[in-house]
């Protein structure tokens, strides 16, 4: 069995400040960690991947997530946020059995 | 590489008719595609998976006899609302995945579907 947890349905941020979206899981597998962004009415953009390489994951627009096994997070983060980045965050786990587990989602809302 | 798409983007359609989703992978041979449901502002729910030559898997509470999944080759995947309704209305999402790509799906960007 496996689970996602997306700790906040909502952050809100200032523009040029960090941004933090925090993921938990629970896998019986190996698992293969996401993060997905999805703007309004788009469909998903992947933002990076953990696939058991290097824990630190950098992924693109300055978006980067570490994997912990021992918390069993695999938090986003962003050292500046742009108005560009608002939209729907996914954190998603894949396993080689073939199933996929997505969180219900974080809102990331960016103030001027 | 690895893209999939989908057609229609979006589509309206009369209460009681059918609607034919397509899905294809179109740069690499998708062995599995999976077919996900997305209401608004909620996430996307797993509906079905399929490989190709073979019956499509159902998670649970999804009617197979409702959404009819046919994965007929390694590139195309169709998803078919049969006598659609109001409450069928959604956003449906396919992805596709191949061994080559370790545990990774590639997402197409969703069909629209309003069912009047």
């Not at chain 1, 698992?31 to 962004?37: D, E, G, M, N, Q």
């Not at chain 2, 595609?33 to 159902?58: D, V």
Request: a positive charge.
């Amino acid at each position: 069995a496996q689970s996602v947890t997306q700790l906040d349905s909502h952050v809100s941020v200032s523009e040029g400040t960090p941004v933090l979206l925090r993921c938990n899981y629970s896998s019986s597998y190996s698992p293969s960690l996401f993060w997905y962004v999805q703007h309004p009415n788009k469909g998903l953009q992947l933002l990076l991947k953990y696939t058991s390489a290097a824990t630190l994951v950098k992924g693109i627009n300055g978006f980067e997530a570490e994997f912990k096994k021992s918390e069993t997070s695999f938090h986003l983060t962003k050292p500046s946020a742009h108005m560009s980045d608002a939209a729907e965050y996914f954190c998603v786990v894949f396993t080689n059995a073939g199933k996929s587990t997505f969180g219900d989602g974080t809102t990331l809302t960016v103030k001027p | 590489g690895a893209v999939v798409s989908q057609h229609p983007s979006r589509v309206i359609c009369k209460s009681g008719t059918s609607v034919k989703i397509e899905c294809r992978s179109l740069d690499f041979q998708a062995t599995t595609m999976f077919w996900y449901r997305q209401f608004p502002k909620k996430s996307l729910m797993l509906m079905a998976t399929s490989n190709e030559g073979s019956k499509a898997t159902y998670e649970q509470g999804v009617e197979k006899d409702k959404f009819l999944i046919n994965h007929a080759s390694l590139t195309l995947s169709t998803l078919t609302v049969t006598s659609a309704h109001p409450e069928d209305s959604s956003f449906y999402i396919c992805s596709a995945s191949a061994s080559r790509f370790y545990n990774e799906q590639f997402f197409g960007p969703g069909t629209r579907l309003t069912v009047l």
